[in-house]
Antibody
């Protein structure tokens, strides 16, 4: 069974940093691109970042470019999102999701940026 | 990055048919098609249709997707109470090198 489990969310002050993790199981993690997608309270889905299977290519939404860094460790079946210079508007549930469509999603981890 | 355009809401009666639309451009929907996702309140999204209009295993045949030019459509036949949810389309934009989501459509079953 494909599973994606996010962790690392929490309350952080504006300007602070947080590192999210996503543990994958039930499939060959290294064969798939993976994504971070967020959803602010009461709002729609917003793509944040994607990374190809080999890590060679990474992509970012304009709203996070220069502040967030996506990475992966295929040996550990894990995806990461390093978030720096956090702003109030980054407050959202962050999901990791598999593949280009994407077809499998984790349950999400809540990030709250507030003083 | 601009998103894909969806109507905010659609309301139909029980067992009726609802057709949702998603409008993009030649760099996203018109290029590789759009996937469709269903999200119930408080839950993560669930894929209903891949960009090639195929259904994942376990998804009801009542959900069918299609595309004409830069507009993708999701048709839900025989509406059921459990179909009340938010629906999003999703595509890769080759010009922006970015993933784009639709604005979302809330489906209400009367």
């Amino acid at each position: 069974e494909v599973q994606l489990v996010e962790s690392g969310g929490g309350l952080v002050k504006p300007g602070g940093s947080l590192r999210l993790s996503c543990a994958a199981s039930g499939f060959t993690f290294g064969s798939y691109s993976v994504n971070w997608v967020r959803q602010a309270p009461g709002k729609g889905l917003e793509w944040v970042s994607s990374i190809r299977s080999s890590s060679r290519y990474t992509f970012y939404a304009d709203s996070v470019k220069g502040r967030f860094t996506i990475s992966r460790d295929n040996a550990k079946n894990s995806l990461y999102l390093q978030m720096n210079s956090l702003r109030a508007e980054d407050t959202a549930v962050y999901y990791c999701a598999r593949g280009p469509d994407p077809d499998y999603w984790g349950q999400g981890t809540l990030v709250t940026v507030s003083s | 990055q601009a998103g894909l355009t969806q109507p905010p809401s659609v309301s139909k009666g029980l067992r009726q048919t609802a057709t949702l639309t998603c409008t993009g451009n030649s760099n996203n929907v018109g290029n590789q098609g759009a996937a469709w996702l269903q999200q119930h309140q408080g839950h993560p999204p669930k894929l209903l249709s891949y960009r090639n209009n195929n259904r994942p295993s376990g998804i009801s045949e009542r959900f069918s997707a299609s595309r004409s030019g830069n507009t993708a459509s999701l048709t839900i036949t025989g509406l059921q109470p459990e179909d009340e949810a938010d629906y999003y389309c999703s595509a890769w934009d080759s010009s922006l090198s970015a993933h784009v989501f639709g604005t979302g459509t809330k489906v209400t079953v009367l």
